[in-house]
């Protein structure tokens, strides 16, 4: 079992920046591609941006690409995103996630509790 928590998530104002940060914890979370997924009220959970295991490739979302950053820290236990210029309509969720290299929610081994981000106009 893999165990992740999330936090960082908050109220911001639209164009500004936010990181949220997830620490892994249990089994090591090593052979796991890690992943960023997102829930927005009345939507679908979708996914943001996955990280490969070695952390040499990356699948982002149309709507991170360019604003988005995933990362890794092994050593830490950690995974990170880092969200520019953010928009009200990245208003969600945010889900930390272990499993497969694939940009799907059928990838995903495990799942964080969340943790809100919400962008006001």
């Known amino acids: 079992q893999v165990q992740l928590v999330e936090s960082g998530g908050r109220l911001v104002q639209a164009g500004e920046s936010l990181r949220l940060s997830c620490a892994a914890s249990?089994?090591?979370?090593?052979?796991?591609?890690m992943g960023w997924f997102r829930q927005a009220p009345g939507k679908e959970r979708e996914y943001v941006a996955v990280?490969?295991?070695?952390?040499?490739?990356?699948y982002y979302a149309d709507s991170a690409e360019g604003r988005f950053t995933i990362s890794r820290d092994t050593a830490k236990n950690m995974v990170y995103l880092q969200m520019n210029s953010l928009r009200p309509e990245d208003t969600a969720v945010y889900y930390c996630t272990a499993g497969k290299f694939l940009p799907s929610v059928d990838a995903v081994d495990y799942w964080g509790q969340g943790t809100q981000v919400t962008v006001s106009p």
């Open positions: 249990g089994r090591s979370f090593t052979p796991f591609a």
């Open positions: 990280l490969s295991r070695i952390g040499t490739s990356t």
